[in-house]
T-cell receptor, first 116, second 115 residues
Framework: DTGVSQDPRHKITKRGQNVTFRCDPISEHNRLYWYRQTLGQGPEFLTYFQNEAQLEKSRLLSDRFSAERPKGSFSTLEIQRTEQGDSAMYLC??????????????FGPGTRLLVL | AQSVTQLGSHVSVSEGALVLLRCNYSSSVPPYLFWYVQYPNQGLQLLLKYTTGATLVKGINGFEAEFKKSETSFHLTKPSAHMSDAAEYFCGVIYSGAGSYQLTFGKGTKLSVIP
């Protein structure tokens, strides 16, 4: 059973550029989450999908951020016109819905973004 | 506002000593509680979780935590620290009555183990 994978693991970009990250969840997991973690902080929720439907979005997810999960499998997170404040670790997690919110979220290794 | 507080951003213990990492939450509805561990440049790994039932929860690597509703706490303990326990630990909460699936995390506690 492979875990959650994320690509790339590291990304350096210049301010104003667009970046896209990919997350492949554990197979059969129908819920997928994105979190952002800045230095010295815990992860902060950005958004979550159940299958292909985006059901919840944090107010942290500004208009420059967009996430998709077109076929209910992998997901992409795009940041347009990056700013230095976007520098962070972007974590993806997945879970298998068993009826409630108590199911375990399994995290990937993260994508570390540095905006110069 | 619902929040998670981890007391102590950095805890140091000697190898073989008791590990105690504190977590308090604020909630007016029953929470689901989680402890995750993060090693440098890696994602989060679940140590243990409390959903319902027995309030003392045992996890991996000898860790356990006790849910105390009256104290709104979910402190993490391990009787004897090992060098490999050095990492950052995050307490997380899902508020079951909110209709949400987002994990709200504390700021984390970095555990150092002194040989």
């Amino acid at each position: 059973d492979t875990g959650v994978s994320q690509d790339p693991r590291h990304k350096i970009t210049k301010r104003g550029q667009n970046v896209t990250f990919r997350c492949d969840p554990i197979s059969e997991h129908n819920r997928l989450y994105w979190y952002r973690q800045t230095l010295g902080q815990g992860p902060e929720f950005l958004t979550y999908f159940q299958n292909e439907a985006q059901l919840e979005k944090s107010r942290l997810l500004s208009d420059r951020f967009s996430a998709e999960r077109p076929k209910g499998s992998f997901s992409t997170l795009e940041i347009q016109r990056t700013e230095q404040g976007d520098s962070a670790m972007y974590l993806c997690a997945s879970s298998l819905a068993v009826g409630g919110a108590e199911e375990t979220q399994y995290f990937g290794p993260g994508t570390r973004l540095l905006v110069l | 506002a619902q929040s998670v507080t981890q007391l102590g951003s950095h805890v140091s213990v000697s190898e073989g000593a008791l590990v105690l990492l504190r977590c308090n939450y604020s909630s007016s509805v029953p929470p689901y509680l989680f402890w995750y561990v993060q090693y440098p440049n890696q994602g989060l790994q679940l140590l243990l979780k409390y959903t319902t039932g027995a309030t003392l929860v045992k996890g991996i690597n000898g860790f356990e935590a006790e849910f105390k509703k009256s104290e709104t706490s979910f402190h993490l303990t391990k009787p004897s620290a090992h060098m490999s326990d050095a990492a950052e630990y995050f307490c997380g909460v899902i508020y079951s009555g909110a209709g949400s699936y987002q994990l709200t995390f504390g700021k984390g506690t970095k555990l150092s183990v002194i040989p």
